[in-house]
């Protein structure tokens, strides 16, 4: 089975994402014209959208805070991260043991 060739909309955001342009102009079949805007982005070159406004960051996406302690401390608290996921796992064996009997 051969492979589906990339829509019209895919082949002028990457032209346009190649040569970084600022936006591009995409006509839809029934001849309807949009405009959309680029936003550098570090890891994907280009991002495009309907509007202009920046990209904002995503609320749901977790950032870790840097601690100010020592690296003596932060293994300390990787052990303790350990002990307690073992615990979890075990507890639920045992419950799925009980329901079995």
Same mark, same amino acid.
């Not at 550098?40 to 406004?53: I, R, T």
């Given at each position: 089975m051969p492979k589906k060739g990339?829509?019209?909309f895919f082949k002028i955001m990457l032209d346009a994402k190649k040569k970084k342009?600022?936006?591009f102009v995409y006509?839809?079949?029934s001849g309807k014209s949009t405009t959309y805007y680029?936003?550098?982005h570090p890891m994907l070159g280009m991002v495009y959208k /309907? %509007? *202009?406004s920046p990209l904002k960051p995503n609320p749901k996406m977790k950032t870790r805070k840097k601690s100010k302690s020592s690296k003596a401390s932060k293994g300390k608290s990787r052990r303790?991260?350990?002990k307690s /996921? %073992? *615990?979890r796992k075990s507890?639920?064996?045992r419950k799925s043991k009980r329901k079995r009997r």
């Amino acid at each position: 089975m051969p492979k589906k060739g990339m829509n019209s909309f895919f082949k002028i955001m990457l032209d346009a994402k190649k040569k970084k342009l600022p936006s591009f102009v995409y006509t839809d079949k029934s001849g309807k014209s949009t405009t959309y805007y680029g936003h550098a982005h570090p890891m994907l070159g280009m991002v495009y959208k /309907k %509007s *202009k406004s920046p990209l904002k960051p995503n609320p749901k996406m977790k950032t870790r805070k840097k601690s100010k302690s020592s690296k003596a401390s932060k293994g300390k608290s990787r052990r303790r991260r350990r002990k307690s /996921k %073992s *615990k979890r796992k075990s507890k639920s064996r045992r419950k799925s043991k009980r329901k079995r009997r």
